[in-house]
């Protein structure tokens, strides 16, 4: 019996094993242990199906076929019951993920050299906000996903305990941490006590003083971005001339929001919007939206919107190329608009940080440390509003994308030997 731990991210996946004694992240792409979580079905080689950056690069090299993203964000949502149109066939959504799932699962059968039935999963505090029922069920599917794909034993760990376990490693002293687990879709939350002493402990319960967390992540702040700089330039507020009215909003929020952009390539949102560019007062603008749904556009100004929000961590400004669409289109981005435009996100979670705390029985000073994880961590204004809920602990960091994984590893291995 081998196991391994399985970090099944919105934007990013990694799966290890236990390699000479320590946590080893496998390679799924070249020498990457980190894969995107993306497939593409490949239309002009009819049943070829790329995974990861290979999917991602075919989509962008305008290979004919279909690209799904944030395929985690599925089970959070209604959608986790639909089905999709690939090619002449409807396929279940749930069966993309498995077919994610299993790709990931030979990969790291590959690096282990046998056969891996064990596997901890890793999962957010809530799938779903406020509804315990809903959440229970996204497990569920995933628990069963997980079996289809070869699992024989399929358990859970919050991913947020998984990182303080990873982090635990370095830990020279006990201290309280608190974990912000800031990912693609979701923002989770932990209050947990570690300690060189308490490492190699087969119960950690008494540990793991709180945990929280809400559907807040990267792919909102996308949303949030590509609506605020670059949705504008496909007609988003501008006006009709017959009815004084706008746009209608629903077709931009669509194409804004990774895992819904799919459903925007209807023919029926193509008949609307040939209608609005005519009715429209900025037809030009208008006109961009119908070329976006007929060449099915909406992932690549997706990927342009990720990379600005990259790249506004570290700069005021950033420009979007928009070239693609429109030959000498650009979108202007500044770090001032985007905070503005997640401003409100990040209220909450500086709020849900502090009710862990709160509710972990301690006050905002016991918290030695916060230890930012995930790839949407990175965001300055996400984390000065984190830091805000126990402004006197020290900031730590490490391995964004990789300590989750490596703590489902350390945990799978204490599990199942």
Same mark, same amino acid.
């Given at each position: 019996?081998?196991?391994?731990?399985?970090?099944?991210?919105?934007?990013?996946?990694?799966?290890?094993?236990?390699?000479?004694?320590?946590?080893?992240?496998?390679?799924?792409?070249?020498?990457?242990?980190?894969?995107?979580?993306?497939?593409?079905?490949?239309?002009?080689?009819?049943?070829?199906?790329?995974?990861?950056?290979?999917?991602?690069?075919?989509?962008?090299?305008?290979?004919?076929?279909?690209?799904?993203?944030?395929?985690?964000?599925?089970?959070?949502?209604?959608?986790?019951?639909?089905?999709?149109?690939?090619?002449?066939?409807?396929?279940?959504?749930?069966?993309? @993920?498995?077919?994610?799932?299993?790709?990931?699962?030979?990969?790291?059968?590959?690096?282990?050299?046998?056969?891996?039935?064990?596997?901890?999963?890793?999962?957010?505090?809530?799938?779903?906000?406020?509804?315990?029922?809903?959440?229970?069920?996204?497990?569920?599917?995933?628990?069963?996903?997980?079996?289809?794909?070869?699992?024989?034993?399929?358990?859970?760990?919050?991913?947020?305990?998984?990182?303080?376990?990873?982090?635990?490693?370095?830990?020279?002293?006990?201290?309280?941490?608190?974990?912000?687990?800031?990912?693609?879709?979701?923002?989770?939350?932990?209050?947990?006590? @570690?300690?060189?002493?308490?490492?190699?402990?087969?119960?950690?319960?008494?540990?793991?003083?709180?945990?929280?967390?809400?559907?807040?992540?990267?792919?909102?702040? $996308?949303?949030?971005?590509?609506?605020?700089?670059?949705?504008?330039?496909?007609?988003?507020?501008?006006?009709?001339?017959?009815?004084?009215?706008?746009?209608?909003?629903?077709?931009?929020?669509?194409?804004?929001?990774?895992?819904?952009?799919?459903?925007?390539?209807?023919?029926?949102?193509?008949?609307?919007?040939?209608?609005?560019?005519?009715?429209?007062?900025?037809?030009?603008?208008?006109?961009?939206?119908?070329?976006?749904?007929?060449?099915?556009?909406?992932?690549?100004?997706?990927?342009?919107?990720?990379?600005?929000?990259?790249?506004?961590?570290?700069?005021?400004?950033?420009? @979007?190329?928009?070239?693609?669409?429109?030959?000498?289109?650009?979108?202007?981005?500044?770090?001032?608009?985007?905070?503005?435009?997640?401003?409100?996100?990040?209220?909450?979670?500086?709020?849900?940080?502090?009710?862990?705390?709160? $509710?972990?029985?301690?006050?905002?000073?016991?918290?030695?440390?916060?230890?930012?994880?995930?790839?949407?961590?990175?965001?300055?204004?996400?984390?000065?509003?984190?830091?805000?809920?126990?402004?006197?602990?020290?900031?730590?960091?490490?391995?964004?994308?990789?300590?989750?994984?490596?703590?489902?590893?350390?945990?799978?291995?204490?599990?199942?030997?």
């Amino acid at each position: 019996m081998r196991a391994c731990g399985l970090d099944f991210g919105t934007s990013n996946s990694t799966i290890g094993i236990l390699r000479e004694g320590r946590p080893t992240l496998a390679p799924l792409e070249g020498e990457s242990t980190l894969m995107p979580s993306a497939v593409f079905f490949d239309y002009e080689a009819r049943g070829r199906v790329l995974y990861g950056g290979a999917a991602v690069a075919a989509y962008v090299g305008q290979t004919e076929g279909r690209l799904m993203r944030a395929l985690k964000s599925i089970l959070a949502s209604p959608l986790i019951d639909e089905k999709t149109a690939l090619g002449t066939k409807m396929v279940a959504l749930t069966d993309v @993920i498995e077919l994610f799932i299993r790709h990931l699962k030979q990969r790291v059968e590959r690096f282990a050299g046998e056969e891996l039935s064990h596997v901890v999963h890793g999962r957010p505090v809530r799938f779903v906000d406020d509804d315990k029922v809903a959440d229970r069920k996204a497990q569920s599917v995933l628990e069963a996903i997980a079996r289809r794909a070869g699992f024989r034993e399929v358990s859970f760990e919050f991913e947020p305990i998984a990182a303080a376990y990873h982090y635990e490693e370095t830990a020279m002293a006990e201290e309280i941490v608190l974990i912000a687990d800031i990912g693609g879709g979701t923002s989770d939350f932990s209050v947990v006590r @570690i300690g060189p002493e308490r490492r190699g402990r087969a119960d950690r319960s008494a540990d793991i003083l709180a945990n929280d967390g809400a559907r807040i992540g990267g792919t909102d702040f $996308d949303a949030r971005l590509s609506l605020d700089a670059v949705m504008p330039l496909l007609g988003l507020g501008t006006q009709l001339r017959t009815k004084d009215l706008p746009m209608p909003k629903s077709l931009y929020y669509e194409l804004a929001t990774w895992s819904t952009i799919n459903f925007a390539y209807t023919w029926r949102n193509v008949r609307e919007v040939r209608e609005l560019v005519a009715d429209a007062c900025e037809p030009e603008k208008a006109a961009r939206l119908l070329v976006t749904l007929r060449r099915r556009l909406g992932h690549r100004i997706a990927l342009s919107v990720e990379d600005a929000k990259i790249g506004l961590s570290g700069n005021d400004s950033v420009m @979007i190329d928009l070239s693609f669409l429109d030959a000498t289109l650009c979108a202007n981005a500044t770090r001032a608009g985007f905070e503005a435009a997640i401003h409100d996100k990040n209220q909450r979670l500086t709020a849900l940080a502090a009710r862990c705390i709160n $509710d972990a029985g301690m006050r905002p000073d016991a918290v030695s440390t916060i230890f930012f994880t995930g790839g949407s961590s990175r965001v300055p204004a996400v984390r000065k509003a984190i830091a805000a809920a126990a402004p006197a602990a020290r900031i730590a960091g490490g391995s964004d994308f990789l300590s989750v994984g490596l703590g489902l590893t350390r945990e799978a291995q204490k599990r199942y030997g």
